[in-house]
Structures are given as C-alpha cells and as structure tokens.
C-alpha cells in the first residue's frame, strides 16, 4: 500500500455535509421506504418518493442539529409522500374510505363499539397470518395506517410521532387507540369469517 | 378508576407513555378487571403480531443506488460543495479537487456535449473524488495478486471490464470498485502511480471508437477514449504527459483472461 493509499485509509471519515449525512441518515434509509411504502399503500411510487425525500433531507440538512436523526428524517419522507400525492388526481391511496376516520360521528360510533363489545381473544389475533395482517394494515385510514407504522415498527415515542405528524400528543394518543381498536376488529372479523369458509 | 378511563389510557400505558401513577392505577385496574384484562392481552397480541409477521419493506438495491447517486450530484452541484471549501488544512488537495468539480462545469459541459451524455462526466468526476476521498471506498477488492480484482469485478458487472497489469510499466493495479454511473454500474480500477493514485472508470460505449483526449484543469488530469466496446476514464493527480503514457500503455496492455484458469 502506497503512502498516500494508507493515509487515506487511516483518516478519519470526513466531515463533509455529505459524509455526515450518510452516517446519520442513510442508516434510516429502510425505515423511510417502509414508511413511504405503508402510506402510499404498497405503490410502486414508493421509490421515487423515497429518493425524493433523501435529496430533500440532504438539501435540508443544515437544520438537523443532532436530534433523534430517524424521526427528522420520517418527519421529511411523509411530507414528501403527501404532497406527491396531492400533486396527482387524488385516487384511492390516500382516502379515508373505510370507517369515516376522523369523521366525529363514526367516532362515536366506534368508541361505543370498543366499549360494547368484548375485545377480540388474544389467541385469535395470534393466529393471524401474514396476508391477514396486511390486508387488515392497507384497509386502514392513512393517518391510523401511518401512526401504527411509527409506533409498531419504528418504536417512536409519542412526542416524535406527534412532531412527525404534526399533531398534538393527546392525538397521537387517541389516534393509536383507534387504530389499534380499528384493526383488532377487523382482524377478529376476518379470523371468524375464514373459520368459517373453512369448516 | 373506572373502565372507561383505563379503557382510553391502555394504549398511553402499553407504550410506557404514561406517568409512573399513573401506570400503577392502569395496572391495579386491569389486574382485577374482566373487561379490561382482555383488552390489554389482545392489545399486546396485535402489537406482537404486527411487528413479527408484517411486512418491512427494506430499500431495493435499486433505491440505495439512486439515493447514493443523487447524493453526489446535489454535492458537487448543489450548497453541499460550498460546505466542504471549509475543510480543514489536511484536506487541502481533496477540497480543491472538490472546488475543481464544483467549478468544472464548462470542461464538463463541452465532455458531456460531445458525448451526448450530460449526465455521465459529472457522475465519473463525483465517484472519482468520493473514492479518493474516503480511504474505505477507494477499492472493494484490494489486488493482492493479478487474480482477485477480474473474477471479482466479472461476478459484480454485467459486462467484462478488462482487467490489465501494469505493474511492469510502473502502474501496479491497486484494486477496484464497482459504481453506478449514468443508470449502468461501472468498473473503477485503481492503479498506483509512485504516492500518486490513477482511477479509471470502464463501462461499455455506444460503439464509436476515439482516440485519447487529455484534459487538465489545477492539477487534475483526465484522459478519456474508448475502443467502441469500453468507454474509459482516466482520472488523477499525476501530471497529463504520466497520464497520457498509463493511457497508452493501458491500450497496448493485454487483458487479463475473462475466467480464471479451469482447476484440473
């Protein structure tokens, strides 16, 4: 190894904005494509709004003063992932179709529903299988899809979930709740039912 | 506490959101309810189960690669080269190939022009300086002997970059990488010169042979031709009549043979 070859390689990684940046977000990179596949439900478009959102973190990373680096960088992926979405004839992905979500009346519709009826066993929703789950996952509203994302698989905290949706805690609070009741529903109706077709 | 005020707060205390008082009244209420115990248990189950059974979708390679690409542009050509003119001292060289980058736009312009590929000059000048940059990306495959970077880098392409030796013309064959250039990988070999070190990039060419073309800008040499089969960019330090002569014997050079010898 030559002596400019072993100089090289005895430096410290740079710090450059860009070698910065790789060491602090590119280990999020999949953690922003998850996000971004979940809440564009499953698109193809995933990619690009991914790609999209890391450029734009880079440009803005000047304003990442050592934060939680992965919370930063979701809170850029989903604004990335929403106004891609508003920039195309609004189509299914990004609909609150089922349940009315935030509309008050199915609300309260769905609270006395939790408190109505006897919560699923829980053996039955360990029975749930993979294609089950997800099926159960994309039904969801976007906004109960996205906060169960953060929550379930990234492990964020109530108070970056709140900064990266941009909502106050004690929605972030009953937004989970909801969700978690939206889906355990569900996924007791879908058990039940497939018992049944098979018997 | 009543049913419907654990009912709201077993979410907030599953998390570990709630204050410890808190915790502790959800927790006395759940233990003796027979309401609420199932809802905590099937709460838990869910969790449990998406985080184990659903799908992650980790990055496609594809991705990874565009991300990393897209990065070098925006750094050679965005805010992101101003950053780096504040590098320190030691830095210096580096930081003036990275100001020369920055800065080369026309000699680029007029490559990329007569290429037909804008694109590809600045991606071969950002790989070129992110290699030499960081030690650990110079080279993937470290030549230990004249056999382990062409097995190495045929395994990695979709096309056979030829691999030379050159070490008897005074250019001994450091390693090689593989990068993405202009939407195809791209072979970069990396060659000694003295202290000094010679990248050069190969991937295949739209078929239209030219002859070596030298370019120097502050201390930087480029040399670009191809044979109609391989495109070739030589990138260095190293004065333009050194360059011109690595070019040349790199041309006359044999390859090295496309597949290792059979074993017996």
Not at chain 1, 127 to 142: F, G, H, I, Y
């Amino acid at each position: 190894m030559s002596a400019l070859v072993t100089a090289l390689a005895q430096r410290a990684p740079s710090d450059s904005k860009r070698a910065r940046f790789e060491r602090e977000m590119l280990p999020h990179l999949d953690a922003a494509y998850n996000l971004a596949r979940w809440i564009l439900k499953g698109s193809d478009d995933a990619q690009d709004v991914t790609q999209e959102a890391m450029l734009r973190a880079f440009r803005y990373f000047d304003g990442f003063h050592g934060e939680n680096a992965k919370a930063w960088l979701l809170k850029i992926v989903r604004n990335s992932c929403y106004s891609w979405t508003k920039d195309r004839p609004r189509t299914e992905t990004m609909s609150s179709d089922e349940e009315g979500s935030l509309n008050p009346e199915h609300e309260t519709a769905l609270e006395a529903a939790g408190h109505g009826f006897p919560a699923p066993d829980a053996r039955l929703i360990e029975e749930a299988d993979r294609r089950v789950l997800n099926e159960a996952m994309q039904a969801l509203p976007t906004e109960f899809r996205e906060i169960l994302v953060l929550r379930e698989f990234e492990e964020l905290s109530y108070h970056q979930i709140s900064d990266i949706a941009q909502i106050p805690i004690g929605t972030v609070m009953s937004r989970l709740s909801r969700a978690r009741a939206l889906l355990l529903r569900r996924l007791s109706g879908n058990i039940v039912q497939r018992r049944g077709e098979m018997r | 506490m009543t049913c419907t005020e654990a009912l709201t707060l077993l979410d907030a205390y599953m998390d570990g959101e709630l204050g410890v008082e808190r915790s502790l009244e959800v927790e006395r209420h759940v233990e003796t309810c027979p309401s609420c115990a199932p809802a905590l248990a099937s709460r838990r189950s869910l969790g449990a189960a998406l985080r184990n059974k659903i799908e992650y979708h980790t990055a496609p390679l594809a991705l990874q690669r565009a991300v990393r690409n897209e990065l070098s542009r925006a750094e050679t050509s965005g805010p992101g080269a101003a950053a780096i003119r504040h590098a320190p001292p030691a830095w210096t060289r580096m930081a003036a190939s990275l100001i020369l980058v920055a800065g080369l736009s026309s000699a680029l312009t007029y490559y990329g022009t007569q290429n037909g590929r804008d694109a590809v000059p600045d991606e071969v000048f950002a790989s070129y300086v992110r290699g030499v940059q960081s030690g650990d990306r110079l080279v993937d495959v470290v030549s230990t002997d004249r056999h382990t970077v062409k097995p190495w880098l045929d395994a990695k392409l979709d096309f056979a970059a030829p691999v030379k030796d050159l070490s008897s013309d005074g250019f001994p064959l450091f390693g090689g990488r593989v990068d993405y250039i202009d939407d195809h990988t791209a072979a970069a070999l990396v060659y000694h010169s003295g202290k000094h070190v010679i990248t050069l990039f190969i991937w295949p060419s739209d078929g239209h042979a030219s002859p070596i073309a030298m370019s120097a800008r502050r201390g930087d040499t480029l040399a670009r031709w191809s044979d109609g089969t391989m495109a070739y960019w030589a990138i260095s330090d190293i004065a333009a009549p050194e360059l011109m002569e690595f070019s040349k014997r790199f041309q006359a050079a044999d390859a090295m043979p496309d597949a290792p010898p059979a074993k017996p």
